[in-house]
């Protein structure tokens, strides 16, 4: 089958097999090995993308899926020759390790900046919440990091949501 | 100092072993036995190998050519006999990832199954004292009698720990990309050491060493799990020979807990007896856990009892049993971490027994020199670790008596433990050289995440005076200078100290400098190297559903200088993380029925996720040790696991008043308490 995809900005058209996820294809036919495969089965967080602005795991799309629409990933997060904020400050904040799930929290976050809405932890359903640590934790508990940088990553997200 | 590849982090450019461009590459998946013991009888691949863009199926109808000597893990295929459930007895080669994963589904494999036996038991007829324990120590040690010491004392304390299977399960699976030009192989493999890795490969394969080379810039994790060569890296060589075109092969998160090592289930019975001023009077460890039937790994558990307290009567066993399972291996701080779970968690039970307070207990039993060997201490800062994160934590208002206090809907409680972790270093080679304006310092080192580039980096700078941004170091490949592998707490040691030694040598030349340190680190002893620290845990638990959560961790350290401070926080907190999951939910359970897991991957082998740690928080003391090396630091990767995992049980205790010595503790080994 033929797709089209907007992959951070650009148009790409290819023939695809309709079993290939959409991280597979970003991996291994666009070469765009930003997205990492951690456990291929949505448990881990590693492969988070945006599609169409929304943070999801690209392990758990086919790509057949995804025609038509703009997938954004960390190869994209970074405007014309300047990082973006949120990477910024996973550096500053050294906020990673080994780096292996880093780009999927960098598009979560991303993400998860834009979204609205309460979380399990909101204690008052009705008002907006605010992005309190405690919040940050929670909104961003999909992403695994097995080196344990989690305190830098809170972190640095605070500095970029104030 | 920033990580020096943060950019390349950040922005996705940093490759990991399968990301490398390779022109007409292709797949391979492994086909895993479905039995735990017996044979293989037959292998239909004629259906697999039909299918669309197959190109080879590997199996023990073709035995491939691999050494007689070889690690029994990495022969591949040249067999029947099947030692455990999910062991390679096939691979299909074809030209997508998917192509390659439906055929491998479709080769049809029958087996001769005999009676398994996979759970490792207390009473287990075969078990035996192994020649020696990870890495090269006596499996048994005996000084002072024992049983007067425990019959003399003033209170005692006899308990059987437990501690489950676990898997390192590092965020990048074990994956290879192997090429071959010619008789020439190249393998981008996820390794801890670039140079060890070229060694085995080459073993394995019945080359030259000259003839592989393993490239591993950017590794995704290891924890001690990519410090041996996988059978992943030799499945690409065989399958890129096979199919004369550069394969990938990248292990599924499944395949990561039947082939990549685990560490061992340990059931620990210690006994402690102390006068009534809180002084030991003898000290009892023994271990018991278990191998392969195809390779003896006998995890060090009972080691870390020989260094930590002062007693006239020590005694430490370890018994292993071999059963139909795959080889445990190396996970972050072998021996250490469940050993000090066990000791420090017994030591707990003698505090309370005592009516001591915990901190004080281990204060009185500070020994002068190593227990065991009686070698005096380089540097020995337990106490002050100890008291200063005592200081911090507030230690001073606690009440001791356990499950008495409440807030809201949680029985709230705090626990304290010591760890320590060897410091030692291992020979290496570096060059350092000149050019363009650079110094650039070469060393076939490995960066799993540890921040070794950086910090040798801040290491070579500091040497020859000049800003970190002159120093580029180059590492993760194994065509530099040989350089011992990321483990034992000892890579920066070890890798350091060539490079300060080839630094200074380029300082003296003006050009280029070389070295070697194997006479330097011979030439050392008569010391016993250990880092210590004390951890501090918080923890909060439910009473009417069981569940714990650990609101604050704290831990101070003692591990002579410290590099870099950025670095080394992230390397203590993520170990206590790990401690953490290990304390309350990693456990992967054995499948009595077939062999192998029931649980494998990550939504039911669960590790700390980012709202599990509210505030974990690592501190060090100032310690000016000379008998290390030149840089003045212990290794800090392990000891931050070590004593954790205590620390947080002797708090559930403290908060509810149930101790449960059977790791991880969950909410239904709690409320089957209350």
């Known amino acids: 089958m033929e797709i089209t995809l907007r992959v951070n900005g650009d148009e790409r058209t290819l023939p695809v097999d309709p079993r290939t996820s959409l991280l597979d294809l970003l991996r291994e036919r666009l070469g765009l090995t930003g997205s990492k495969k951690g456990c291929d089965h949505g448990q881990c967080g590693a492969c988070t993308v945006l599609l169409e602005g929304r943070r999801v795991n690209a392990c758990l799309l086919l790509a057949v899926a995804c025609d038509g629409l703009a997938v954004t990933t960390v190869e994209g997060l970074a405007g014309d020759g300047a990082l973006h904020p949120l990477q910024e400050a996973f550096i500053a904040h050294d906020a990673f ?9 960098l598009c979560s976050a991303a993400g998860m900046l834009a979204e609205r809405g309460p979380s399990a932890v909101t204690e008052d359903l009705a008002a907006e919440p605010g992005l309190t640590a405690g919040e940050i934790r929670e909104r961003m508990s999909g992403n695994l990091c097995r080196c344990g940088a989690y305190q830098g990553i809170v972190a640095a997200i605070a500095e970029v949501a104030r | 100092m920033n990580r020096v590849e943060g950019h390349d982090k950040v922005t996705g450019r940093a490759r990991y072993a399968v990301e490398y461009p390779a022109g007409d590459v292709a797949y391979a998946c492994p086909v895993q036995s479905e039995i735990a013991k017996g044979r293989v009888t037959a292998i239909d691949s004629a259906d697999a190998a039909a299918m669309p863009g197959v190109l080879a199926v590997l199996s023990s109808d073709d035995p491939p050519d691999l050494a007689e000597d070889a690690d029994p893990e990495l022969r591949l295929f040249r067999g029947r006999e099947v030692a455990y459930r999910g ?36 009473d287990h007829p075969e078990l035996y004292r192994p020649d020696k324990v990870n890495p090269g120590f006596p499996a048994d040690t005996e000084k002072g009698d024992v049983a007067a010491g425990i019959a003399g004392a003033a209170v005692t304390v006899d308990v059987t720990y437990r501690t489950p299977v676990l898997h ?75 199919a004369g075109r550069p394969v990938k092969v990248a292990l599924t998160r499944q395949q990561l807990f039947d082939v990549t090592g685990y560490r061992t289930p340990t059931i620990q019975r210690l006994r402690l007896g102390c006068d009534a001023g809180g002084r030991l009077t003898a000290i009892e460890h023994e271990v018991r856990e278990q191998s392969s039937t195809l390779v003896e790994f006998a995890e060090q558990a009972a080691v870390p009892a020989r260094t930590m307290y002062a007693t006239p009567a020590l005694r430490t066993a370890h018994r292993l049993v071999r059963l139909d399972v795959a080889t445990p291996s190396w996970m972050r701080a072998p021996g250490e971490c469940p ?64 499950g008495v206090r ?28 000149a050019e363009d304006g650079k110094f650039v310092v070469r060393i076939a080192a490995a960066d799993i995440g540890t921040g070794a580039r950086t910090a040798l980096t801040a290491i ?24 011992p592998l990321a483990g034992g707490s000892m890579g920066l040691a070890s890798w350091g100290s060539a490079v300060v030694r080839a630094c200074e040598e380029l300082l003296r030349d003006g050009r280029h400098g070389t070295a070697d340190t194997t006479a330097e680190i011979q030439a050392g002893g008569g010391y016993a190297t250990h880092a210590f620290g004390a951890q501090f845990a918080e923890v909060r638990v439910d009473p009417a559903t069981g569940e714990t959560r650990v609101p604050r961790l704290l ?27 290990m304390a309350l939910m990693e456990e992967s359970v054995t499948d009595e029925e077939f062999g192998g897991f029931t649980n494998h991957d990550l939504a039911q082998y669960h590790v700390p996720a980012c709202a599990d740690v509210p505030d974990v928080r690592a501190y060090w003391i100032d310690e000016d040790d000379p008998h290390l090396n030149p840089m003045g630091a212990k290794g800090i990767g392990e000891i931050g696991i070590v004593g954790t995992a205590a620390a947080i049980g002797n708090a559930v205790h403290h908060a509810t008043g149930l101790r449960v010595r059977d790791l991880p503790i969950t909410p239904a080994k709690l409320l089957a308490g209350f």
């Not at chain 2, 890795?197 to 799990?225: E, N, Q």
């Not at chain 2, 670790?385 to 001073?396: H, M, N, S, V």
């Not at chain 2, 409680?413 to 290496?428: F, H, I």
């Not at chain 2, 070579?460 to 350089?483: K, M, Q």
């Open chain 2, 168 to 242: 390192n399960n590092p965020m990048e699976p074990h994956a290879a990309l192997a090429a071959w030009d010619g008789g020439d192989l190249t393998v981008h493999d996820s390794t801890q050491g670039a140079a060890a890795d070229r060694d085995t490969i080459a073993r394995t394969l019945g080359l030259p060493p000259g003839r592989v080379r393993v490239v591993s810039r950017h590794v995704g994790g290891g924890f001690g799990s990519k410090g041996t060569t996988r059978p992943h890296a030799i499945l690409a060589a065989l399958a890129a020979r096979a």
């Open chain 2, 406 to 433: 409440r807030e809201g809907r949680w029985l709230v409680g705090t626990g304290v433990a010591a760890s320590t972790y060897p410091a030692k270093r291992r020979p290496s080679q570096a060059t350092a050289t």
């Open chain 1, 97 to 105: 390790q080994c780096g292996y799930c880093t780009p999927g929290q």
């Open chain 2, 460 to 483: 070579a700078a500091a040497t020859l005076g000049v800003p970190a941004a002159r120093v580029r170091v180059e590492l993760g490949d194994s065509d530099l200078p040989a350089a």
């Open chain 2, 555 to 581: 831990g101070v350290f003692a591990v002579g200088r410290v590099i870099d401070p950025d670095l080394a926080r992230s390397q203590f907190v993520g170990g206590m993380t790990m401690g953490l999951g």
């Open chain 2, 87 to 122: 062991q390679f007895v096939a691979a299909v080669v074809a030209d997508t990832y998917e192509n390659a994963r439906a055929a491998a589904r479709a080769v049809r494999v029958t087996y001769a199954a005999e009676e398994h036996d996979v759970l490792l038991r207390a």
């Open chain 2, 339 to 402: 050993g000090m779970y066990a000791l420090e968690s017994a030591m707990d039970e003698l505090a309370a027994a005592a009516g001591i307070d915990p901190v004080e207990l281990r204060v009185l039993n500070e020994p002068d020199a190593e227990p065991a060997g009686g070698l005096p201490f380089s540097s020995r800062n337990l106490v002050a670790c100890l008291r200063e994160g005592a200081r911090r934590f507030g230690w001073d208002r606690r009440d001791p008596a356990p």
